[in-house]
């Protein structure tokens, strides 16, 4: 049986102040809670116009506070922004607040523009080149083990001290992530949303080939991350999908903007080429009935051998995106 989660962006939305989107996503964690899925996972972006989830942490506790069950995540955390020491601490009062469901999913990514990576910190480039040393310190602080030997901060404890700690995952879309993952024997989730799948089953190779057993996790653990939406028809999700589809036209011209109602993105003039762009994003992603979608799915999943999906959906009506996770829940008979 196969397990279904979320990964939520906080979209910003045209018409809608940001605070909406804010909301929605907490009202979406505890809906998702009660149709039966395994994680809700939250992005972390910066200056972005579309996507302003720009404190995963925040939105977790929050989330945490309110839901009893579901499993409460980052998708992730961009630790070159961060000191891990600190990051530690905030994962362990998250940790406190709901034992036993709590994931750290860290990415070495900007997640924003350069200027805006180097106004979080100066040292982000630096930084970025001692990932896999943040990331070794942040899950020995994370778990309350010592340092490496000879660590100038080893007599450092992260606090507050708890039985249980949070699960760390690696994030990624290439080898790299795969590979740090593999070595640091933790598991790994690759964004297939990101490459339109491109990468996948390499990184996802990669990661088992090169596997090195933990105490916490003695075999390998992967997923991947997609984009989805179900409707009660093919042409209902096709349409509710346009708005999706344009904002990837403007993207693709460094335009960002938040998300247009589909009838007003679908009567956009565009060229035959931005058509014809529309169209290939549209048969890369996983739009339709949740029946056909559900198939599609499954065949990803038997292909790259992975027990788990975390579903993305974007659409301009709170009420669409719901249907569309339902959907999903219904064809795979998921249980609270």
């Not at 601490?89 to 924003?112: W, Y």
């Not at 602080?141 to 010592?146: K, Q």
């Amino acid at each position: 049986m196969i397990k279904l989660s979320v990964l939520d962006q906080s979209v910003a939305t045209a018409g809608r102040g940001h605070d909406a989107s804010i909301r929605d996503t907490l009202d979406l964690a505890g809906f998702c809670e009660d149709l039966g899925y395994h994680r809700f996972w939250l992005s972390e972006h910066h200056n972005h116009e579309t996507i302003v989830g720009t404190a995963p942490e925040i939105l977790m506790a929050a989330i945490a506070a309110r839901t009893q069950r579901i499993r409460v995540g980052s998708a992730g955390v961009m630790l070159p922004h961060y000191s891990p020491l600190k990051v530690a601490e905030q994962f362990r009062v998250l940790e406190a607040i709901a034992p036993g469901r709590i994931d750290l999913g860290l990415g070495r990514a900007p997640g924003s523009d350069g200027k805006t990576a180097y106004a979080l910190n100066p040292n982000a480039p630096l930084s970025a080149e001692h990932f896999p040393a943040a990331v070794r310190d942040l899950i020995a602080w994370v778990h309350g083990e010592p340092l490496i030997e000879g660590h100038p901060f080893a007599e450092i404890r992260a606090h507050p001290a708890v039985p249980t700690a949070p699960e760390v995952w690696m994030l990624g879309t290439s080898d790299f992530g795969a590979q740090l993952a593999a070595y640091l024997g933790i598991p790994y989730c690759f964004a297939h949303f990101i490459t339109d799948g491109r990468g996948t089953e390499r990184a996802l190779q990669t990661y088992r080939e090169n596997y090195r057993p933990s105490a916490r996790h003695p075999k390998p653990q992967a997923t991947v991350c997609l984009w989805a939406l179900a409707a009660d028809s093919d042409e209902a999700a096709n349409h509710e999908f346009m708005s999706r589809g344009h904002w990837k036209v403007k993207r693709d011209q460094g335009i960002w903007t938040p998300l247009e109602p589909p009838d007003v993105a679908a009567a956009h003039e565009r060229s035959p080429e931005e058509a014809a762009g529309i169209e290939r994003f549209r048969n890369r992603t996983f739009v339709g009935t949740a029946k056909d979608v559900g198939a599609r799915l499954r065949e990803l999943a038997k292909t790259l051998d992975i027990e788990e999906i975390v579903i993305l959906t974007w659409a301009y009506e709170p009420v669409v995106r719901r249907r569309s996770y339902m959907l999903f829940a219904e064809e795979f008979g998921l249980k609270p």
